[in-house]
């Protein structure tokens, strides 16, 4: 069974990222974890790389979809050090979920065990993410209509998938709009794509400005994905 890497896009998450790959690097199959620092301005790579991460780093933010291709590639390095190994299955977690990335386990085994192509997880408590509701039925209907299949969690960045799938998911789809279009065509090129129930958390998003703009940039993203992807 080929072994799990770990991916996890970060933006200035010095506050969590520690505990994140911490936890991360305890998952059953795990043997690297890989930071991709989107343009960090905080202590974002120093800590990650205390925690025992590799760290990838951009000068630059140039968005999620950028980094989770910048992981892959240095998760693909490792790969070709190794190739009796076979290529590593890719578990994506985001850099905000602190010790509660202990629990994603239940992502891996679906695919380690061939059931599955890729999983996501849905969220068993809920924390409360004010005025992301909106953005989360924009993609959902979406993918309603472009599949006939409504994700519980549409915009979950808790992905395991192999690297075959990885690969027919490309070109990614820009920024924040990777979920949604990733999973569309997964599912149209017949894909077996899981959702599994999971024990894990994000930090709580406020309604401040910076919040809001972080809704809006989501919206954004959402939106031209579903736009070259769906027929009205």
Not at 28 to 41: F, I, K, L, Q
Not at 108 to 131: Q, S, Y
Request: glycine letters at 10%; one cysteine or more.
């Amino acid at each position: 069974m080929p072994p799990v890497a770990v991916i996890i896009p970060a933006y200035n998450e010095a506050e969590r990222i520690g505990q994140t790959v911490t936890a991360a690097l305890t998952l059953p199959g795990v043997d690297v974890v890989v930071v991709a620092s989107d343009g960090s301005r905080d202590a974002t790579v120093r800590v990650a790389r205390e925690a025992g991460a590799t760290v990838w780093r951009s000068r630059r933010n140039q968005g999620k979809a950028a980094a989770m291709l910048a992981g892959a590639a240095a998760v693909r390095a490792l790969d070709e050090r190794h190739p009796a190994d076979g290529p590593r299955h890719l578990l994506f977690l985001d850099a905000d979920l602190g010790r509660t990335a202990a629990n994603a386990g239940p992502l891996i085994e679906p695919v380690a065990a061939g059931r599955a192509d890729m999983t996501i997880a849905a969220f068993a408590n809920r924390v409360k993410l004010g005025g992301h509701g909106f953005v989360v039925r924009l993609s959902g209907a979406g993918i309603s209509r472009a599949v006939g299949w409504t994700p519980a969690q549409p915009l979950n960045g808790q992905r395991c998938l192999t690297r075959g799938a990885f690969e027919a998911a490309r070109p990614l789809a820009h920024g924040f709009g990777v979920e949604t279009a990733m999973t569309i065509d997964l599912k149209r090129k017949g894909l077996r794509i899981v959702e599994i129930e999971v024990d894990m958390a994000h930090r709580a998003t406020g309604g401040d400005l910076a919040a809001q703009l972080h809704r809006a940039r989501q919206f954004v993203d959402v939106a031209r994905a579903l736009a070259s992807r769906v027929t009205v």
